[in-house]
């Protein structure tokens, strides 16, 4: 499968500065692209399913080099569908606030330019083929950022604008559910009414 032409890396920047030979194999012999700022809005404009890999450092995080070695076996198991970006380490930080990627290894699921989903960390064969299956089969939705809800994976009536939008970051917000406020819990959520007060303790002896 031929890919579109990227704009080219300045003749003083290795795209690959920093990846490990693993990562860099992506793009050497599985016909991954290299992506950082430069590439990226070109990137955005290409019809279809991309994935971006945000590798980071091997030293730190060795399920880099887990997922370098699943990706080409996902793009057999999906003939045709994943076409795969490989992040620099240079813009890395850069794009990982755009996307709101905020652990290493990931794959960034993009579609026609639109923001689908994130699949984090490394996972074991049959979960990723699942996991990258539901990604492939879910709508582009509206990048995590400022003023924009998280709308969750699957949901219908989702914007999908362009992956060019100018959110800034914000940072990470922990879920909760009123599920787990149960009546057992002794937490409530905010919007359970307040408890009654107890009544006072009355003696039962007498005089």
């Known amino acids: 499968m031929t890919l579109p032409t990227l704009p080219p890396f300045p ?6 500065a920093g990846a490990a030979p693993l990562v860099a194999r992506l793009v050497s012999h599985h016909g991954a692209r290299w992506i950082g700022r430069g590439q990226i809005d070109a990137l955005c404009a290409e019809a279809g399913d991309q994935v971006l890999f945000f590798h980071g450092d091997p030293v730190r995080f060795p399920e880099v080099l887990d997922v370098a070695v699943v990706l080409p076996e996902l793009q057999k198991a999906y003939p045709g569908r994943l076409r795969v970006g490989v992040v620099t380490r240079a813009d890395e930080d850069a794009l990982a606030t755009r996307f709101a990627a905020n652990r290493w290894p990931s794959l960034l699921f993009l579609r026609d330019g639109g923001y689908v989903t994130l699949i984090p960390g490394m996972l074991d064969w049959d979960d990723y083929v699942v996991r990258v299956g539901q990604a492939l089969a879910l709508p582009a939705r509206r990048t995590p950022g400022v003023g924009s809800a ?6 219908s009536g989702a914007a999908a604008p362009s992956c060019h939008g100018t959110d800034p970051p914000i940072r990470p917000v922990r879920a909760w559910s009123r599920n787990r406020c149960s009546r057992s819990s002794p937490f409530r959520s905010p919007s359970s009414p307040p408890a009654p007060a107890a009544r006072p303790r009355t003696s039962s002896w007498t005089t």
Not at 11 to 16: C, E, L, S, V
Not at 150 to 155: D, F, I, K, L, N
């Open 11 to 16: 003749d003083d920047i290795d795209p690959a």
């Open 150 to 155: 998280v709308v969750a994976e699957g949901a």
